[in-house]
């Protein structure tokens, strides 16, 4: 806006109501950039003056060209230091300080500062007038009558743009926050990898303008989407140790140590790569591709980035914690139907046994076990009583026991010496299982009648007699543990008779084995003198007291083995 002349109303040689007019035009606007070249237009159309710039701070010591007249528009938002931004006006010349120098040789000789309240917020730049037209005293005080009526209006709308600037901030915080809000609701109900890779593509090319993504896990799981990356594992080691915060790939190019981790970002057009962390520890990298608008992320964008990858790495467990939870009700539901069946394959009605006492006990450690006894009837006077122990536990080692059983019953009509039996009881297992499983075996066959008790003892815990005289006795005679190599030296069979009042004890390694809370086995020769008080006892007597004892010496520990206890005691007259 050009000022007129008037010839009222006047203080240093101008009149006052142009200032007026002009001072009510640029404080009506927060349009700062037609403040700006009202300014210029002003000053160079009263002054005849040809060039004009307009500089404002935009950080510490820095001022960017907002507005230009008569000069090139690539000066356009180039910017200035001045580290000690001058309150006063100045002259520019080739020789100036600094890189305002640079607009000397554009023709601009005369700065004049926006102040207000005591801050500079920028300059005005002006040519000199044309020859035969002198910038007097009264001209540069016109100029700066204007520029600090400007002042305020300049502040005013700076502060206008800026607190628009903020409210745009707040407002995309507000729509991230809600689109984070919306997106919890979604992840949550996401309990499978392939639904959470698609749910998370579409949400990355919707709100973030990519489509290119890899989700890298500490535990060296990755979900990727159009990105074939596999970090070697010095770089992964390297990359959760020393990136903690969301950092640009460009960035990282400066850092030798991630050149190899870099060279791949830049090959799978990797341009961020965002650390999530859980419990103040980075246990997942999410790298993301460039935008295919080509705009670069902001740090606003990588905030952002941080909650959603986080979102995503949490659906990733839930979803993870829920496939285990089924898989582990699955075997927990098929544990109990195989603890059912081998149960089932206990015998559950023991046959009377003219003159003799039998109890047993079966506890297994885990849902099922490898422990098995058994008691056939094989004629109306003779009575197998078998027991056994796998190695290991679990459901292998039952499911071999069942095999053990069946070979057992199947065999028992054919009327093999007990000798002959076992030899084919072991081909038949070691032909049909592996060398790492092995069976300890001990069985015999009881004839009431005569009370002779006819055994093998394949590897097994020697079972104790205990006599009614205080006499204990094990029954050793037998042969090599079942399944581990043919048989090539036939088994043994060993031959006791038993009087009124004499038990057998048979165990498996659960027994002398049991550790107590200090790790310690309750070992043969704690069992030997607890036997020593079962004098006279019942069968049940000496199967309850002995699990009593077990009981007692592992308190507060965890039963490390299955336990099996069977005793056949002869009855006194």
Not at 206 to 212: A, E, F, H, L, V
Not at 271 to 288: D, K, M, R, S
Not at 314 to 336: C, G, P, V, Y
Not at 426 to 447: A, M, Q, V
Request: hydrophobic share 40%; glycine share 6%; charged share 20%.
């Amino acid at each position: 806006m050009a000022l007129q002349h008037h010839s009222r109303k006047h203080t240093n040689g101008f009149d006052l109501l142009p200032l007026f007019e002009f001072s009510k035009v640029v404080n009506s606007s927060l349009d700062l950039p037609f403040i700006l070249g009202t300014v210029l237009l002003s000053v160079m159309g009263k002054l005849l003056i040809a060039k004009g710039v307009v500089l404002l701070r935009r950080g510490p010591g820095s001022f960017s060209v907002q507005t230009v007249k008569g000069l090139p528009q690539g000066l356009l938002h180039r910017e200035y230091l001045r580290r000690r931004p001058s309150a006063k006006p100045f002259i520019l010349s080739s020789r100036s300080a600094g890189l305002l120098h640079d607009l000397a040789s554009y023709g601009i000789t005369r700065m004049f500062p926006i102040v207000a309240h005591d801050s500079v917020h920028g300059y005005f730049g002006f040519a000199d007038p044309p020859r035969g037209v002198a910038l007097s005293a009264d001209h540069r005080k016109f100029i700066e009558a204007l520029i600090n009526i400007a002042a305020a209006a300049i502040e005013k709308s700076l502060s206008f743009e800026e607190l628009q600037t903020v409210n745009r901030r707040l407002d995309s915080k507000v729509q991230q926050l809600n689109t984070l809000f919306e997106l919890s609701k979604e992840f949550s109900g996401v309990l499978e990898r392939e639904q959470i890779l698609r749910f998370f593509t579409l949400t990355l090319m919707g709100q973030i303008g990519t489509n290119r993504f890899a989700l890298c896990l500490k535990n060296q799981e990755m979900i990727t989407s159009r990105v074939a990356m596999a970090f070697s594992a010095e770089d992964r080691q390297l990359l959760f140790r020393d990136i903690t915060e969301p950092v640009l790939v460009n960035e990282l190019l400066r850092r030798k140590k991630f050149a190899k981790a870099m060279k791949l970002c830049l090959h799978e057009k990797i341009a961020a790569i965002i650390p999530l962390h859980a419990q103040n520890t980075v246990c997942g990298l999410l790298c993301v591709g460039e935008r295919l608008n080509g705009v670069p992320y902001t740090r606003e964008d990588l905030e952002f980035l941080y909650s959603l990858g986080a979102l995503a790495l949490i659906s990733t467990e839930n979803a993870r914690l829920f496939q285990e939870a089924l898989r582990k009700k699955q075997m927990e539901d098929e544990l109990a139907i195989a603890r059912e069946i081998q149960q089932n394959l206990l015998p559950r009605d023991i046959p009377p046994i003219p003159g003799f006492e039998f109890t047993a006990l079966n506890v297994s450690s885990q849902e099922v076990g490898g422990d098995y006894y058994d008691i056939i009837q094989v004629e109306p006077q003779s009575f197998i009583i078998a027991i056994g122990d796998v190695s290991g536990k679990g459901t292998p080692a039952s499911l071999l026991m069942a095999n053990v059983q069946a070979t057992i019953r199947a065999l028992a009509p054919f009327g093999l010496t007990l000798a002959e039996a076992t030899g084919r009881v072991n081909d038949i297992i070691t032909k049909n299982t592996g060398n790492e499983k092995f069976i300890t075996f001990f069985w015999g066959i009881l004839e009431p009648g005569s009370r002779t008790f006819r055994y093998v003892n394949a590897g097994h815990n020697p079972p104790y007699v205990l006599r009614a005289d205080g006499r204990r006795e094990q029954l050793t005679e037998g042969g090599l543990i079942l399944g581990v190599m043919p048989t090539v030296v036939p088994y043994r069979e060993g031959r006791i008779t038993l009087e009124p009042g004499d038990a057998v004890l048979l165990y498996t390694d659960g027994v002398s084995e049991a550790m107590n809370a200090s790790h310690e086995d309750y070992g043969d020769e704690c069992l030997e003198a607890f036997l020593s008080t079962l004098k006279h006892a019942s069968a049940s007597d000496i199967v309850d007291s002995l699990r009593n004892e077990l009981t007692a010496y592992t308190a507060n520990a965890p039963q490390s083995d299955d336990i099996t206890i069977v005793v056949l005691r002869c009855m006194e007259k």
